[in-house]
């Protein structure tokens, strides 16, 4: 079965250091990935995707996410958080020929001061 | 550009009350249009979608229903709403024609409370 799984329910991060969110995917076949994030009582705004070529994708705020076909992750990272990075952040893998996104749990990352 | 535009942002409502969330897209033709519903501040789950008007596909059964009666509009309604209906609701599309690589673009959310 098709599935997403974002292993951390809370990532506590301190302003200034790097930080990772991580997410791991089971699908059959070549796998579209996502990553969304979504501020407190806002709808969700997408982040960046992995559709095919450089493993490294670059999107926006900075953050950027590393495809991993061996280990079937996508993990989100960032060089340096701010405390404005502070969302709920979702991961969504959609298979080839399904049109239908599969979504992670949600990890709450909190960057403090 | 394309925005979306969701309402009402908030609604308060009685159990056994019937129920319209509004979802409209503009600067865009023939979207694809999904209601997502989001429980305890976490996970979605998709409700409906909709290829064109009056074409709903109901991916969980419920109390719930959709209607798409324009191309850039999607309604969200109940008869009779229950407590378990109490949520954040986010309409959200995608362009044509449908792709795996096709990003959703989310409106702002209705949080409906059922009391």
């Known amino acids: 079965a098709q599935s997403v799984a974002q292993p951390e329910d809370q990532v506590n991060v301190a302003e200034g250091n790097p930080l990772t969110v991580k997410c791991t995917y089971s699908?059959?076949?070549?796998?579209?990935l996502f990553w969304y994030v979504q501020y407190p009582n806002r709808g969700l705004q997408f982040l960046l995707k992995?559709?095919?070529?450089d493993n490294l994708v670059k999107g926006s705020y900075g953050f950027e996410a590393e495809f991993n076909k061996s280990q079937t992750s996508f993990h989100l990272k960032k060089p340096s958080a701010l405390v404005s990075d502070s969302a709920l952040y979702f991961c969504?893998?959609?298979?080839?020929?399904?049109?239908?996104?599969?979504w992670g749990a949600g990890t709450k990352l909190i960057i403090k001061p | 550009s394309q925005t979306i535009h969701q309402w009402p942002a908030t609604l308060v409502q009685p159990v056994g009350s019937p129920l319209s969330l509004e979802c409209t897209v503009e600067?865009?033709?023939?979207?694809?249009l999904y209601w997502y519903r989001q429980a305890a501040g976490r996970g979605l789950q998709l409700l409906f979608y909709?290829?064109?008007?009056?074409?709903i596909s109901s991916e969980v059964p419920q109390n719930l229903s959709a209607s798409r009666p324009q191309d850039r509009q999607f309604i969200l309604s109940s008869k009779k709403l229950l407590l378990s209906d109490s949520g954040f609701y986010l309409c959200?599309?995608?362009?044509?024609?449908?792709?795996?690589?096709?990003?959703?673009?989310f409106g702002a959310g209705s949080r409906l409370t059922v009391l």
């Open positions: 992995y559709i095919t070529g």
């Open positions: 969504a893998v959609r298979q080839g020929g399904n049109y239908q996104l599969i």
């Open positions: 699908v059959s076949g070549n796998p579209y």
């Open positions: 909709s290829v064109g008007i009056g074409q």
């Open positions: 600067g865009t033709s023939n979207p694809n």
């Open positions: 959200a599309w995608t362009p044509r024609p449908l792709s795996g690589a096709n990003v959703l673009t």
